[in-house]
T-cell receptor, first 112, second 110 residues
Framework: NAGVTQTPKFQVLKTGQSMTLQCAQDMNHNSMYWYRQDPGMGLRLIYYSASEGTTDKGEVPNGYNVSRLNKREFSLRLESAAPSQTSVYFC???????????FGQGTRLTVV | RKEVEQDPGPFNVPEGATVAFNCTYSNSASQSFFWYRQDCRKEPKLLMSVYSSGNEDGRFTAQLNRASQYISLLIRDSKLSDSATYLCVVNAPGTYKYIFGTGTRLKVLA
């Protein structure tokens, strides 16, 4: 029962470097999400994909891009990392936006 | 007013105690409500969905009050393992998005 799988689990980047966070789900879910979680701020939506072929901005999209590669995979790209992007990133998926969401184990990203 | 508000706590309770958390939401059109549990440095995990008629799962009871726009979570006979942060989640009506509260921290003490 893999559920939602994120890679990598930990990453340290230098300011200005780029990287892609990968997310895959095996539950045949339509909707996928990327959140970041910072202390005292709760989960904030970066981007989401309501269904395969669509992506939309969330609350905090600046500095990020996403790709819904297929129904299973939804990647998050940081083109030029900044220290303000130091955070824990969670990918989630749901059958659709009104049903329960399931989360990956998270990626701890530090930008120095 | 925040879209979803929770008391951050911490709620420090002895083992065996009953504890209740409330969460208020601002959009009366919201239709889906959930409680998630998050352990330190881990991902949120679904504890239970909240249905209009209220629902129970073992020691956990969730209630929805649409008139006052709040949901509640009651934990009976608290265990040490219940120590975690409890997140209230509401769907954003007409969208595929979820709105998360910042969480209520529970510490169950031996």
């Amino acid at each position: 029962n893999a559920g939602v799988t994120q890679t990598p689990k930990f990453q340290v980047l230098k300011t200005g470097q780029s990287m892609t966070l990968q997310c895959a789900q095996d539950m045949n879910h339509n909707s996928m999400y990327w959140y970041r979680q910072d202390p005292g701020m709760g989960l904030r939506l970066i981007y989401y994909s309501a269904s395969e072929g669509t992506t939309d901005k969330g609350e905090v999209p600046n500095g990020y891009n996403v790709s819904r590669l297929n129904k299973r995979e939804f990647s998050l790209r940081l083109e030029s990392a900044a220290p303000s992007q130091t955070s824990v990133y969670f990918c989630a998926s749901s059958i659709q936006g009104s049903t329960e969401a399931f989360f990956g184990q998270g990626t701890r990203l530090t930008v120095v | 007013r925040k879209e979803v508000e929770q008391d951050p706590g911490p709620f420090n309770v002895p083992e065996g105690a009953t504890v209740a958390f409330n969460c208020t939401y601002s959009n009366s059109a919201s239709q889906s409500f959930f409680w998630y549990r998050q352990d330190c440095r881990k991902e949120p995990k679904l504890l239970m969905s909240v249905y209009s008629s209220g629902n129970e799962d073992g020691r956990f009871t969730a209630q929805l009050n649409r008139a006052s726009q709040y949901i509640s979570l009651l934990i009976r006979d608290s265990k040490l393992s219940d120590s975690a942060t409890y997140l209230c989640v509401v769907n954003a009506p007409g969208t595929y998005k979820y709105i998360f509260g910042t969480g209520t921290r529970l510490k169950v003490l031996a």
